[in-house]
């Protein structure tokens, strides 16, 4: 089932006058706690999210996964990685590489098949934590995938800040997000804007709008990457 049709979430919906008015996210209105918290403490929610994103992780990582080529023995961290699918497929598509997947510790991990072979074959390993207090260190590559249009701008820089405090400049960071145009305030665009604005206070944002946030945390713009799919690829290092 697509997220947008979970009632979970449209019931969010409800309380967007009272997010316009107050601030507080419509979400949090609805169910009296934040969006991953909420998923963190209800099993089936937590794994109906999982699915979801899994669902569309597989067909976006099939399109980005051909654009992501990392040489044998890059060390690569996905940070907010969800149940590991995408991880997975860019370490099966990548000889020789290691992954470690981090995320917030779950009462119950469910984790992709691809993924659990990747871990007993030892290319893939798991750490839980939150973002917000510290990102691990250690790896080559960092990849946020469709992580940032889940936080507004204050949240965002807190993640990359606490990110750059890990690393030491060699690294890359990869954002795998959808990206708006100015230009086109089109209709799936302004309606995923608002979606991520009523579940989790997050927004879409547009390659300068990127480029600005990640200046703010330290980090110069390498490259950014379009695909076939809704999502684009944009890469960073910390600037000199
Ligand atoms: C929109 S999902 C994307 C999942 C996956 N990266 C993908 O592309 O399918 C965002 C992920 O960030 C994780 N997350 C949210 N808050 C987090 C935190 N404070 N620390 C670590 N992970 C977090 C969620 O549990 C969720 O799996």
């Known amino acids: 089932m697509a997220c947008e049709l979970d009632p979970l979430l449209w019931r969010s919906w409800e309380n967007l006058p009272e997010q316009l008015r107050t601030g507080t996210t419509a ?3 609805a169910h009296g706690s934040a969006f991953f918290d909420w998923h963190a403490q209800d099993e089936a929610a937590q ?3 999982d699915d979801q994103m899994n669902g569309a992780s597989k067909g976006i990582g099939a ?3 051909d654009k992501l080529a990392f040489a044998r023995g890059t060390r690569i961290m996905d940070v907010g990685g969800g149940n590991g699918s995408f991880l997975a497929q860019i370490l099966d598509r990548n000889a020789e590489t290691t992954g470690t997947l981090f995320e917030l510790p779950r009462g119950v991990e469910d984790h992709d098949p691809l993924f659990e072979r990747m871990r007993s074959n030892g290319r893939a390993t798991t750490q839980n934590g939150s973002f917000f207090e510290h990102v691990p260190g250690g790896a080559d590559v960092y ?3 469709r992580v940032f249009h889940d936080f507004d ?3 965002a820089i807190t993640i990359l800040q606490n990110t ?5 400049g060699k690294e890359r960071l990869y954002l795998i997000d959808m990206m708006t145009s100015a230009a086109a305030a089109d209709a799936r665009g302004s309606s995923q804007d608002i979606f ?5 206070g997050g927004r879409e944002r547009t390659a300068e709008e990127f480029t600005e946030l990640l200046a703010k945390a330290g980090f110069e713009t390498f490259s950014i990457t379009p695909t076939a799919s809704p999502v684009s690829i944009l890469e960073f290092r910390l600037a000199g």
């Open 164 to 168: 750059s405090q890990s690393l030491s």
């Open 63 to 65: 399109v980005v996964v």
């Open 153 to 155: 701008d204050e949240a």
């Open 47 to 49: 794994k109906r999210f």
């Open 196 to 200: 991520m604005m009523t579940q989790l």
């Open 27 to 29: 979400f949090d209105l």
């Open 143 to 145: 990849l946020f995938s």
